[in-house]
């Protein structure tokens, strides 16, 4: 069975920093990953998403993510952060499941708190 | 388009009572999901539907039960509510069920038992 790994809980940063959200999955074929974003009182909206090809993944809102597979990671990453930032973030990994559909197992988040 | 839409946004419930939370989507998806989501543990899969008249259960599917009529629709039944059930519930929908789909989200439903 497939596992995401998100190690940390809370994030601090300032705003204009570079940010850097961890992620390590377990699953014995080729992954499909995902990275979330929750905003207070929303739903999830898909930041970007890897299933093959380059390793670098560009997504929306000036993410992006870079798959590697031998250290079964998908980290995110952000240059410069927006106070507009400041939410959760999940992790997930799909796998296929046939006709029973994709089923998507989510990391337990990370909440990120930008500092003016 | 309104995408995913679920309602209510918030309810308290005593233990014991049941409720249906309300899930619908406009998009033509015929995968549909149901997630709850405690502090700390990520989202759970409660159920799944991959069509009209066709569900299946999830990770945690105890105390809770589904239908889906049409296309549309997917709501989830609570019958006896239980603190346990505490929670947020997402309501999530894809075209197909290939692995690298994306789900859609709806805003979710704030569900207190006291």
């Known amino acids: 069975a497939q596992s995401v790994t998100q190690p940390d809980i809370h994030i601090t940063v300032s705003e204009g920093a570079s940010l850097e959200l961890r992620c390590n999955y377990s699953y014995g074929a080729t992954p499909y990953l995902f990275w979330y974003v929750q905003s207070p009182g929303q739903g999830l909206q898909l930041l970007l998403k890897?299933?093959?090809?380059?390793?670098l993944v560009q997504g929306i809102k000036g993410f992006e993510a870079e798959f590697k597979r031998s250290q079964s990671s998908f980290n995110l990453r952000k240059p410069s952060v927006h106070w507009s930032d400041a939410a959760e973030y999940f992790c997930a990994v799909g796998a296929w499941r046939g006709a029973a559909g994709n089923k998507l197992t989510f990391g337990g988040g990370t909440r990120v708190l930008v500092k003016p | 388009n309104a995408g995913v839409t679920q309602t209510p946004k918030f309810r308290i419930l005593k233990i014991g009572q049941s409720m249906t939370l309300q899930c619908t989507q406009d998009?033509?998806?015929?995968?549909m999901y149901w997630y709850r989501q405690d502090p700390g543990m990520g989202l759970k899969l409660i159920y799944y539907s991959v069509g009209a008249g066709i569900t299946d259960k999830g990770e945690v599917p105890n105390g809770y039960n589904v239908s889906r009529s049409t296309t549309e629709d997917f709501p989830l039944r609570l019958e006896l509510a239980a603190p346990s059930q505490t929670s947020v519930y997402f309501c999530a929908s894809s075209y197909s069920g290939t692995e690298h789909n994306e789900q859609f989200f709806g805003p979710g439903t704030r569900l207190t038992v006291l």
């Open positions: 998009m033509n998806h015929n995968y």
């Open positions: 890897y299933f093959s090809g380059d390793t």
